[in-house]
């Protein structure tokens, strides 16, 4: 007896071993989460770049004098110019450029109008409320680390002039010698020994 034709079911078509192996490479779990990670940061790039709003600050013009400490504290960013000063080993640097850092509401607001010597040598976002801190019980390692604080500084913000100690005077500073402080990375003392 002849068997009835045999119907053939479309079969589903399997995958070829090429297409596996590429489907085992993409599914594995170190792989899924690295794709995650990268969609991610693009994500945040493009949104920063499209949903940043251009606030752009007016120039403010260069400030070049000597401050006290309460004078320092006039520049912490709530002004209406919104300029922020920071001391960092005896000098003044213009901050503002960095307000998102050192101004109102920034990771550390805490150094804006303050001398930041301290906090940055003992890495802490506090400064000092003395009302001068000379930083003599600060060890050599804290001191490195000032200066160091000190250099990165001077390349990245203009020096507005000296943090004065009580009773100090302050200087009239001309143009070419606030340029001649500005490559300079000793202390305002040795400055004066000089």
Known sequence: MDSPPEIKSPELERPSASSNIFFEIIYSPVNLLLIVIIIVLVYKLFKSKFNKVAVESPELPK??????????????????????LVAV??????????????GPGGPYAAFG?????????????????????DLSDLNSMEMESVKEWEAQFREKYDLVGRLLKPGEEPTSYSD???????????????????
């Open 113 to 133: 109008g303050k001398d930041a010597s301290r906090g940055l040598a003992t890495f802490s976002v506090t400064s000092s409320d003395k009302e001068y801190d």
């Open 176 to 194: 070419e010698e606030l340029e001649e402080t500005d490559h300079s990375t000793s202390t305002p003392d040795e400055k004066k020994e000089k």
């Open 89 to 102: 080993n005896g000098w003044i640097f213009d901050v503002t450029r960095g307000r998102r850092f050192y």
């Open 63 to 84: 400030l070049r004098k000597d401050m006290t400490v309460a004078e320092l504290r006039q520049y912490d960013g709530t002004q209406a110019d919104g300029r922020v």
